[in-house]
Every structure is written in C-alpha cells, then in structure tokens.
C-alpha cells in the first residue's frame, strides 16, 4: 500500500530545518506557485522568497515557513528544499527585528565610547 503524504525537508546552510510527512504542500518557483501532492511527477525549480504552506488551509496541524532564494526537488514523493534562510516569521519582518538589535547594540556602544571620552 503507498502513501498518501510526501516527505518533506527543508535544509538550509546551518543544517536541517525541517525533516516531516506533509498531506500537500505549495511554494512558490521562478516558473510560478506549485501545489504538490503524493504522486506528483518528479521535477526542479529554482525557489524565490516566498511562502511555503504545509497541509490544507483548514488542518489543525497547518503552518506556514517564509523562505528566502532556493532550490527544491521532488522526487519519489520527497520533496527537498534548499534554501538560504527560513523562518516561522515574515524574512522581512526577521531582519528588520535583526537590524534594530544591531542599531540598539551600535547605539549603546558609541555612548560608551563618548563617556569614556568625556572623562578623560
């Protein structure tokens, strides 16, 4: 008896992101947005920043991922990404969140710089 669930792995540079059996799953390529279920004809595609959706809309075990620049294949229902960053958060939204830690960190710095300065 085959399987109705395709096995899902998400990788990026830091290693493994994402290792489950999913019902269906969309993403976004270069070519447009693909929607894959067990069976699907084996392919590859170049991923771009998007969304990738696991499970139906309507399913309590639903989730979203917001990927950045990438590559999946598909192949005897498992489906491979490879990309260069992943999130449960917007990747947009996660770097801005970056750089105002970055701003808050440089900020705090330089008025140390200037004390010290001053007392001397």
């Known amino acids: 008896m085959t399987s109705n669930q395709i096995h899902v792995i998400i990788s990026t540079p830091h290693g493994i992101y994402l290792d489950q059996k999913a019902n269906i799953v969309t993403f976004r390529t270069t070519e447009g947005e693909i929607g894959l279920m067990a069976g699907a004809t084996s392919f590859m595609a170049a991923v771009i920043p998007s969304i990738i959706q696991i499970n139906w809309s309507n399913a309590s075990d639903h989730f979203k991922l917001y ?14 990404f490879i990309v260069n960053e992943v999130s449960d958060k917007p990747i947009e939204e996660a770097k801005l969140k970056h750089n105002d830690d970055i701003s808050k960190y440089t900020i705090i710095e330089e008025v140390k710089i200037k004390k010290n300065l001053v007392q001397k």
Request: net charge negative.
């Open 67 to 80: 990927v950045g620049n990438g590559i999946v294949q598909f192949q005897n229902d498992v489906l491979s």
